[in-house]
C-alpha cells in the first residue's frame, strides 16, 4: 500500500516556474513507477510525465517536453516535477501517481496506476 501526498501548487504568472513535490509512504517507494497527471476543469485526466523505479527512464507528453523534469529521490521517498516556462493551457490539478513495476519503462496509460494522490492545483495567470 502506497500513500502519496502532492505538494508546491499555487498561482504563477505565464513564463514562471513552479515545483511539485510528492511525498510516499511505505517501505518500496523504489520498486515503484511514478508519474504525473493534470486535470483541467471539464477536460479528462492526462498524462503528464512518468519516471521508472530506477529513475534511469522518464518519458513526457509532447505538450510539457523541453520544460517539465520529472525526478525522484528513493532515499526520500519523493518524486519531484519541474514545471518551466508555464502557460496558462498549464492550468489543472496536478496528481501524482504510481504502480509497481520492474519494468525499465515507464507508463504513460493512467489505468496502469493504481495509487493517486489528492491533488495539487497549479494556476498559470496570462
Known amino acids: 500500500q502506497v500513500q502519496l501526498v502532492e505538494s508546491g501548487g499555487g498561482l504563477v504568472q505565464a513564463g514562471g516556474s513552479l515545483r511539485l513535490s510528492c511525498a510516499a509512504s511505505g517501505r518500496t517507494f523504489s520498486s515503484y513507477t511514478m508519474g504525473w497527471f493534470r486535470q483541467a476543469p471539464g477536460k479528462e485526466r492526462e498524462f503528464v510525465v512518468a519516471?521508472?523505479?530506477?529513475?534511469?527512464?522518464?518519458y513526457n507528453a509532447d505538450s510539457v517536453k523541453g520544460r517539465f523534469t520529472i525526478s525522484r529521490d528513493n532515499a526520500k521517498n519523493t518524486v519531484y516535477l519541474q514545471m518551466n516556462s508555464l502557460n496558462p493551457e498549464d492550468t489543472a490539478v496536478y496528481y501524482c501517481?504510481?504502480?509497481?513495476?520492474?519494468?525499465?519503462?515507464?507508463?504513460?496509460?493512467?489505468?496502469?496506476?493504481?495509487?493517486w494522490g489528492q491533488g495539487t492545483q497549479v494556476t498559470v495567470s496570462s
Open positions: 501517481a504510481a504502480y509497481e513495476s520492474g519494468s525499465r519503462y515507464p507508463s504513460s496509460s493512467r489505468y496502469d496506476y493504481n495509487y
Open positions: 519516471i521508472s523505479w530506477s529513475g534511469r527512464n522518464t
